[in-house]
């Protein structure tokens, strides 16, 4: 599992990588392997729906077992079953990167990460920047 | 903030532009910056969803933190994705033009109005009128 | 039916009566006989849900065809009935007064006002004063 | 409004008063004047619903205007009556001690605190010294 510390430790650095980079302010979550949230925090300035889109992507990730952005690609290839999948899911799918499941060193999901506020590709490089700071491990 | 007396002269502004440039009846809403309605106006002759599609336009804004029309050029490239963002929000997003953040002097947030009656590009003419009537700012 | 002149008539004087009453800051909605809204206005300092409250209030009543008064006495007799209809209004079940039908000279229903932020009898009283004012009819 | 930095400060605090009082693991959360999450933290050990549980506690505040506390009295009295609110506020009503309304010097309500883990007055004095460590006021 992912401890609050850690969650703590994923969250500021996933921030500090968007501020480093100039991105748009970030909203950041870490869910645990059930999809429900450790910690969360919305930098001054983002708008209103960001906890649940950071929300509904690393649970996306969860739900599925694969990153939001291996969703994005699954939803240009199938749109219609991934929007039937999200009727499913009470907190939503969100098809497009920036949500990464985390894994311990033997592979197992201990976990998940949900970034948005800038570009997908942005968000979804500063939740790898969080995981990475922890010292835990994205999904290969 | 808003108060609800420039709430009441910016849906009064609105009205009037509507009337005045002969467009369809319209519906104006004001909600506050978290997305909550201070005061709506539905124009004798509108049909009977038109509160929530104003409704939807003002609190897409305000959700993602652009206008309703750049959530409409968003769902030209990413139909999914604000499909997907539509399941999150409790009032919806509805990507066409008409839904205009209002900010203060600072550029912070402090609401938004949202129009429907008309065309999308009508609409948002409303909404402007409507913001400057109050001698309010939208977002740039 | 009410027209939006007249809607704007009872929830003016509506929220005079609640002004003049000392009366904590009220949020008032007209809605038509479809249980659609026409006007609404929250005074400033009400809280958030008031919009829901008053138009559920407004709603509740067009849907059962009884004051909101009323309501409030069958869910005292009939808990479990009235929760049960809450789930299937669009709107909710708001069983307490403040919400009242408005009718023609025939008694024929054309509307309703929902009212909400003080205690349940002074929002009902702030309703009444608000259909007196407009020259129209509470349901009998 | 509750920047992000005193978002953190009040939940670093809030969740040691509740580590040195011995409490049960606490999740604390900080919304913004219209409902939304800023930040949040869940302590290890606590059960998978306390995001929604805080969140609730503060977002009932914000709806209604009072704290969770007073909610929870007029749930008492009223039952029927706060159930039916809860079925219009997107994120419930929770009637139970917790959640706290956090104002400005001026009086106006600029967020809100939600506790969850131990006893409701347990959770609300951790809310309490978390809103005392970052120098703002709760609603009196």
């Known amino acids: 599992m992912i401890s609050l510390d850690q969650a703590n430790i994923i969250i500021t650095a996933a921030l500090d990588h968007g501020r480093t980079a100039n991105f748009k302010p970030l909203t950041v979550v870490v869910l645990d392997a059930g999809g ?6 919305r930098a001054d300035g983002a708008s209103t729906l960001r906890p649940e ?4 992507k690393a649970a996306s990730a969860l739900a599925l077992g694969v990153s939001s952005r ?5 939803a240009a290839d199938r749109p219609t079953f991934v929007a039937a999948l999200a009727a499913l ?3 939503g799918i969100v098809p497009a ?3 990464v499941i985390v894994v311990d060193a033997a592979g197992i999901t201990i976990g998940a990460v949900g970034v ?9 490089a500063a939740a790898l920047a969080g995981i990475t700071a922890a010292r ?3 999904q290969g």
Chains 1, 2, 3, 4 share one sequence.
């Open 116 to 124: 948005t506020g800038d570009t997908s590709d942005n968000d979804e």
């Open 70 to 74: 291996a969703i994005g690609v699954m």
């Open 36 to 41: 429900h949230a450790i910690a969360l925090q």
């Open 97 to 99: 990167a920036g949500g």
């Open 53 to 56: 889109i950071a929300t509904g």
């Open 89 to 91: 899911a009470p907190k």
């Open 136 to 138: 835990l491990k994205a």
